[in-house]
């Protein structure tokens, strides 16, 4: 194991309460207690998760997680956000910044450790997968070119964050098909979330934006079941 995981958090207690259970669990942990010292941190020492709190002094997590997008080198590396605000809205802006897990504070322990082995699993595993020459959909004026990771509109680059193009990418791969949430869950998210499923739905939503699919012509909600990517 021994991946890298740098820990954000002001609160300097439960910061320290993580990095003892991820240290018991074999994984290497960091703790910055503020934002700039976290950017700092994750540039020199280049961890393979990022614990990330939101309210943080000096920058906020939401920054750090839009600079860390921005720039080639850590734009793929995993982030599970945490912060003790409950809201929706909140989450929303979590995860179209590109955050790949959230957790609300007070968590269960246990199940942040599942979270962190779970978004490192996943990273792995994009990391380690082989994209096919064929890997190329057209759909009027979408092109999904998996090949060369990028999905175009009107022969412009789309910018999605890694989740959202992991989870076009299985839509589409399973094209014409209903896929249950709880199926889409587990293969793009690598697991249950624990009662966040809206996770799902925010993805869709945001998707849907980007690609100009209004009319859910492409994604389709099935009600009570999922959602399909129509082809035909």
Not at 70 to 79: G, L, R
Not at 143 to 169: C, V
């Amino acid at each position: 194991m021994n991946e890298k995981i740098l820990i954000i958090d002001d609160e300097e207690n439960i910061a320290e309460l993580i990095k003892f259970n991820l240290e018991l669990n074999g994984y290497q942990t960091d703790c910055a207690h503020d934002g700039k010292t976290g950017i700092s941190r994750i540039k020199t020492w280049k961890p393979d998760l990022v614990l990330l709190d939101i309210m943080l002094p000096e920058v906020d997590g939401i920054t750090i997680l839009q600079i860390l997008r921005s720039e080639d080198e850590f734009k793929e590396t995993p982030v599970i956000m945490m912060t003790a605000k409950s809201q929706d809205s909140d989450k929303f802006i979590g995860f179209e910044s590109g955050a790949d897990d959230y957790v609300t504070k007070p968590f269960i322990v246990k199940e942040l450790v599942y979270r962190v082995k779970a978004v490192l699993k996943r990273s792995a595993s994009r990391a380690s997968s082989q994209q096919t020459e064929d890997e190329v959909i057209a759909i009027n004026d979408l092109i999904l070119d998996f090949h060369n990771y990028q999905i175009l509109k009107n022969q412009k680059k789309l910018e999605l964050t890694l989740k959202e193009y992991e989870l076009i990418k299985y839509l589409a791969e399973n094209a014409n098909r209903v896929l249950t949430r709880d199926d889409i869950l587990d293969k793009v998210w690598g697991y249950d979330f624990f009662g966040e499923s809206r996770t799902l739905d925010v993805h869709i939503r945001n998707l849907r934006k980007k690609i100009g699919d209004d009319n859910q012509g492409i994604i389709e909600t099935v009600r009570g079941m999922g959602y399909k990517f129509n082809l035909n």
